[in-house]
């Protein structure tokens, strides 16, 4: 898990049998640290290698790597190109296989309107590739303050963000089958639309599945759905702030509604946890962590699947 706190990015480490997590350690120091909404620091592993990546209010994405055999970990590395055009703060990063990881996020280069940006390292963090645009909205620019998920395994990339095109607020994924040297064109997900003209700051998750399939959530309205993309999506509850992990029984989904954050596991029935917002999730065998927000704290459950 990580997390922010004023400027500093905290990272702790739990085991299945563990009750709680251990002592964050602090990783770094960044000033002007963005951490809210879902801006803060994200956390990507692999067997080698755990890579967090941070952005600053100044629109600078950064990223740190822990060699997982040295336990060192790595000064700032900074993963855009162009400086300071991450300023909306909101970016994602994933490991595809030991040494390579994937990173995306919103970004202002050449117009000043957001399009959709990625960088591959492929030394675990250390250097970054040169920045490639994944998608331009048409339009002009594509849902400003929504998420950005990312997702691979080896040579599958998967790229998930909010459009605005046509007036409609759509999910759509990107995906890259050579490791990201090169993105198909985006797909809009579900069969629905919303047209809005705001944004509803919610973008969902992406995951793949035990059989090699994307299968991502997300919200329209006031409902989240589950969708396998070319598919209808399939309605699972109102609410906000979707995640979404691959689990033994199904996908496992957390999310919030109405100050309550609630968890469901493959076709069972939603269960409530505690109060708060802004839900992530993670399972490692049979057992899963929920952490979340609450009045400027982090709050974790453990949940047995």
């Known amino acids: 898990m990580v997390f922010g706190q004023d400027s500093t990015i905290y990272y702790t480490t739990t085991t299945g049998k563990a009750a709680s997590f251990g002592q964050p350690v602090a990783i770094a120091v960044l000033p002007n640290l963005v951490a809210g909404a879902k801006r803060g620091p994200q956390v990507a ?3 080698n290698f755990v890579v967090v990546t941070a952005v600053n209010k100044a629109g600078d994405l950064f990223a740190y790597s822990l060699d997982r055999k040295k336990g060192r970990w790595s000064p700032a590395v900074r993963i855009n190109d162009v400086p300071q055009i991450a300023k909306e703060g909101f970016q994602g990063v994933t490991g595809a296989s030991k040494g390579i990881f994937h990173a995306a996020w919103l970004d202002l280069r050449a117009d000043k309107k957001n399009k959709i940006v990625g960088a591959t390292s492929r030394d675990g963090g250390r250097t970054w590739s040169a920045n490639q645009v994944i998608y331009r909205s048409p339009d002009g620019t594509v849902c400003e303050c929504c998420r950005v998920s990312i997702v691979a395994d080896h040579n599958d990339v998967y790229v998930q963000f909010r459009n605005w095109l046509d007036g409609s607020r759509n999910l759509y994924l990107a995906h890259s089958v050579d490791g990201g040297k090169t993105y198909q064109s985006a797909q809009k997900l579900g069969t629905g639309t919303w047209k809005l003209n705001a944004c509803p700051m919610d973008g969902g ?3 793949i599945s035990k059989t090699g399939q994307p299968l991502t959530a997300w919200r329209r309205e006031n409902t989240l759905y589950t969708c396998v993309p070319g598919e209808p999506e399939q309605a699972v509850s109102a ?3 979707v995640t979404l992990a691959p689990g033994p ?3 496992l989904l957390a999310w919030d509604e109405g100050g309550t954050v609630w968890v469901k596991s493959g076709s069972q029935s939603p269960v409530s946890i505690g109060k ?3 839900p992530s999730i993670a399972v490692a065998g049979k057992t899963a962590w929920c952490v979340w927000e609450l009045d400027g ?3 974790a459950e453990r949940v047995t699947l």
């Open 45 to 47: 592993v692999t067997e």
């Open 205 to 207: 998750a992406v995951v």
């Open 239 to 241: 609410g906000r702030n």
């Open 249 to 251: 029984n199904g996908p």
């Open 276 to 278: 708060g917002q802004m």
């Open 297 to 299: 704290q982090v709050m």
